[in-house]
């Protein structure tokens, strides 16, 4: 399953499919992104990060695509499990924002069994 | 590592009461600590940055003499909701980062604290 577009809200996937989240980022200046889970009445998990030199980095069945072209970020999970049911957001992050972050809107992943 | 503890997680208070609540890095010194404010089913908000020992910075609509922040030492950022009004109900979350002014280490979030002023 994958979600195109500026987010959408939602995305439903197949236990076991792989999922594919998508982000567009908004300044060009940006270059330190962050992927978080967050699951319900829970702070934000850490999932991966990326730095601008680099355009793929892969984790434990994650893997973060950077396209800074097209200021273009996605987050890819291997064989979807209920457990990865939660919000996904990307922030983004740059030098002169001295370690502030910028959220984006979000996409709930919803894992049927 | 980069456990973040936040307490308490749940108050029900009256309308007019001070709520403080506490954010508490575990394993790490935290030069800079991070207040968001979090809808239903939206994003995080910003509210302002603290760094150790220094003054914080709110963020533009953020009132600082309604929402008061200490960082009084490495390990401890806390914020206070004064004189608490129904509209102030919301999911507060502190995150922080281990070195001051650093861009490009991840946030290590708390687990949120809900706050309902009835």
């Known amino acids: 399953g994958e979600n195109v577009g500026l987010h959408l809200p939602t995305l439903s996937v197949q236990e076991g499919d792989n999922s594919i989240i998508n982000c567009a980022y908004s300044?060009?200046?940006?270059?330190?992104f962050i992927w978080y889970k967050q699951e319900s009445g829970k702070g934000p998990q850490f999932i991966i990060d990326i730095r601008s030199n680099m355009d793929k980095r892969q984790g434990q069945r994650v893997t973060v695509l950077l396209n800074k072209t097209v200021k273009h970020l996605s987050l890819q999970i291997a064989a979807t499990q209920p457990g990865d049911s939660a919000v996904y957001f990307c922030?983004?992050?740059?030098?002169?924002?001295?370690?502030?972050?910028?959220f984006g809107q979000g996409t709930t992943l919803q894992v049927k069994p | 590592g980069a456990v973040v503890s936040q307490h308490p997680s749940r108050v029900i208070c009256k309308s007019g009461t001070s709520v403080k609540i506490e954010c508490r890095s575990l394993?790490?010194?935290?030069?800079?600590m991070f207040w968001y404010r979090q809808f239903p089913k939206k994003s995080l908000m910003l509210m302002a940055t603290?760094?150790?020992?220094?003054?914080?910075?709110?963020e533009q609509g953020v009132e600082k003499d309604k929402f008061l922040i200490n960082h009084a030492s490495l390990t401890l950022s806390t914020l206070t909701v004064t004189s608490a009004h129904p509209e102030d109900s919301s999911f507060y979350i502190c995150?922080?980062?281990?070195?001051?002014?650093?861009?490009?280490?991840?946030?290590?979030f708390g687990d949120g604290t809900r706050l309902s002023i009835l």
């Open positions: 922030a983004e992050n740059r030098r002169s924002n001295t370690g502030k972050l910028i």
């Open positions: 603290s760094n150790e020992g220094s003054k914080a910075t709110y």
């Open positions: 995150s922080a980062t281990a070195r001051q002014g650093s861009y490009n280490q991840p946030q290590h």
């Open positions: 300044n060009s200046a940006s270059d330190y």
């Open positions: 394993d790490f010194q935290a030069t800079t």
